[in-house]
């Protein structure tokens, strides 16, 4: 019996024989995963070695969370999980990159390992490795390690993450695996809306479907000729894109491609024509992982893709990131401020300055009339006395009546003393005579005592001895070297 096996071969081990035990083996029958399992004790760990503004919101480490359930059903050998955010298989890619790919997958007793990754030059790398490991017939052990090194256009991130959960058997027992052909199953197409006499064709539709795709995915459109009901006709359109070549109505999207990026198909049939874009909308490392680990709950799936996770989602928790643009986007609003500030003062200069002229101007015009009418001013002598006050015309350097050199006229004349022994003139601050020592007194009582009347013009009768030139009587020294004047002969 099978059960005596195992003994026997104790037995002939202890005696150093050598006992197969591949029949005994085969005696197990083997354990059934089928069924429905719910999901616990999600563990999240992060290890973020660089990180910067463009990476999106910073994943931290974090431990609960994750709740719901799934169902396992068996396909030859492997798992396939079917009820989350999407199916996964035991022998596929759980991370939700399309540019991931299987690079490698072994499976024994109990036991799935796989690993994918991006291409070695993809500016997004991610390679991770997807281990379930079943601890007893009850209990699936997941967990996942994975390597990001992400080099965007001005931050460079890297992180390990590992995720782990267990799945505990909530219904049904284990039992003989059922034997069947590997399953080859493939989803069947949607089948176009037939009517039985449908009309003339009206309209071109696109098939609803995702028009937000990632960089590297691969996407199929259908264009469909229909009636005014909806109903499909025979006639098949032609499908065609001026952004990319298509392959039976699929492309894939350049793994290159930008966020924002458009890609147009457009389809024709007769005279009916329909256009379709689908955007390039690349989620960061954190909404990949809040995708990944959303609620199991079915349905989650159409909440998960394509909308951007909340901070906090399914237990991963995230820092958001710093904007690097905004104290850049300060500076900026300041110049611009600062710049219209002195543009507005330079404005208000600008102003008052050409007012300014247009004033000056209008004065100059005035005074311009007014002279017409009134007639020239009297205008003064260009030389005077600065001690006695005569005034001179050009020509002469000195005062033919103190020797005092001669000043241009001023609104207000200096007053002056003169020396009463040779009568010269000199300044105000001046007190003695330099020629004769005599104490100098102010012109006012110089006249007073002499009584002289400069202005007179009578007889000639002085002549200079070094320029011969001729003055009158009153006068004292030459007018033009200040010597001093003799009588003539």
């Keep these: 019996m099978a059960y005596r096996r195992p003994a026997i071969c104790l037995l002939l081990a202890a005696g150093g024989a050598w006992c197969p035990l591949e029949g005994w083996a085969q005696d197990a029958p083997p354990?059934?995963?089928?069924?429905?399992?719910?999901?616990?004790?999600?563990?999240?760990?992060?290890?973020?070695?660089?990180?910067?503004?463009?990476?999106?919101?910073?994943?931290?480490?974090?431990?609960?969370?994750?709740?719901?359930?799934?169902?396992?059903?068996?396909?030859?050998?492997?798992?396939?999980?079917?009820?989350?955010?999407?199916?996964?298989?035991?022998?596929?890619?759980?991370?939700?990159?399309?540019?991931?790919?299987?690079?490698?997958?072994?499976?024994?007793?109990?036991?799935?390992?796989?690993t994918c990754r991006t291409a070695a030059d993809d500016p997004k790398f991610e390679e991770g490795t997807y281990t379930l490991r079943a601890t007893s017939p009850d209990t699936i052990v997941y967990r996942e390690t994975s390597r990001y090194d992400w080099?965007?256009?001005?931050?460079?991130?890297?992180?390990?993450?590992?995720?782990?959960?267990?799945?505990?058997?909530?219904?049904?027992s284990p039992g003989p695996v059922p034997v069947a052909e590997p399953d080859h199953e493939s989803p069947p197409p949607a089948a176009p809306v037939r009517c039985a006499s449908p009309g003339d064709p009206a309209r071109l539709v696109f098939d609803a479907g995702r028009r937000r795709a990632e960089a590297g995915e691969r996407?199929?459109?259908?264009?469909?000729?229909?009636?005014?009901?909806?109903?499909?006709?025979?006639q098949e359109p032609s499908v065609e894109s001026p952004d990319v070549a298509l392959a039976g109505g699929c492309f894939d999207i350049p793994a290159s491609a930008r966020d924002g990026q458009r890609f147009r198909v457009r389809a024709a049939a007769g005279e009916l024509h329909a256009e379709t874009t689908v955007t390039v909308q690349?989620?960061?490392?954190?909404?990949?992982?809040?995708?990944?680990?959303?609620?199991?709950?079915?349905?989650?799936?159409?909440?998960?893709?394509?909308?951007?996770?909340?901070?906090q989602a399914g237990g991963l928790t995230a820092e958001p990131a710093s904007k690097a643009g905004e104290p850049i986007l300060w500076l900026v609003l300041v110049i611009a401020a600062v710049a219209l500030l002195i543009l507005g003062v330079a404005a208000v200069l600008f102003r008052n300055q050409r007012r300014l002229a247009a004033r000056r101007q209008a004065n100059r015009a005035r005074a311009d009339v007014g002279s017409q009418v009134v007639g020239p001013a009297p205008t003064r002598p260009a030389l005077v006395c600065p001690t006695c006050h005569a005034e001179f015309d050009l020509g002469s350097q000195f005062c033919p009546h103190d020797a005092s050199r001669l000043t241009e006229a001023v609104e207000e004349p200096r007053t002056g003393t003169v020396c009463p022994r040779c009568h010269r003139g000199f300044d105000a601050g001046t007190r003695y005579c330099p020629h004769d020592s005599e104490e100098l007194v102010p012109y006012s009582m110089h006249e007073a005592i002499h009584q002289r009347g400069h202005h007179r013009r009578g007889e000639k009768g002085k002549i200079c001895p070094a320029c011969a030139a001729r003055y009158e009587l009153d006068a004292t020294f030459c007018g033009k070297d200040g010597s001093e004047l003799v009588l003539v002969n």
């Design 282 to 311: 690349s989620p960061d490392i954190t909404s990949y992982l809040a995708a990944r680990i959303g609620s199991d709950e079915p349905g989650a799936a159409d909440n998960a893709v394509g909308a951007p996770p909340a901070p």
């Design 31 to 114: 354990v059934s995963y089928e069924g429905g399992w719910a999901r616990t004790g999600q563990s999240i760990q992060v290890n973020v070695s660089s990180w910067g503004a463009d990476c999106g919101p910073r994943p931290q480490s974090s431990s609960g969370g994750g709740g719901g359930r799934v169902t396992i059903r068996q396909a030859d050998r492997e798992l396939v999980l079917a009820g989350g955010v999407r199916t996964e298989r035991s022998d596929g890619c759980w991370s939700m990159n399309p540019r991931v790919r299987r690079v490698s997958h072994s499976q024994s007793e109990g036991r799935w390992r796989t």
């Design 151 to 172: 080099r965007l256009d001005g931050d460079h991130c890297e992180a390990s993450i590992v995720l782990s959960w267990s799945y505990s058997r909530v219904s049904g």
């Design 219 to 234: 996407i199929c459109l259908r264009a469909r000729v229909v009636d005014a009901s909806g109903c499909d006709t025979a």
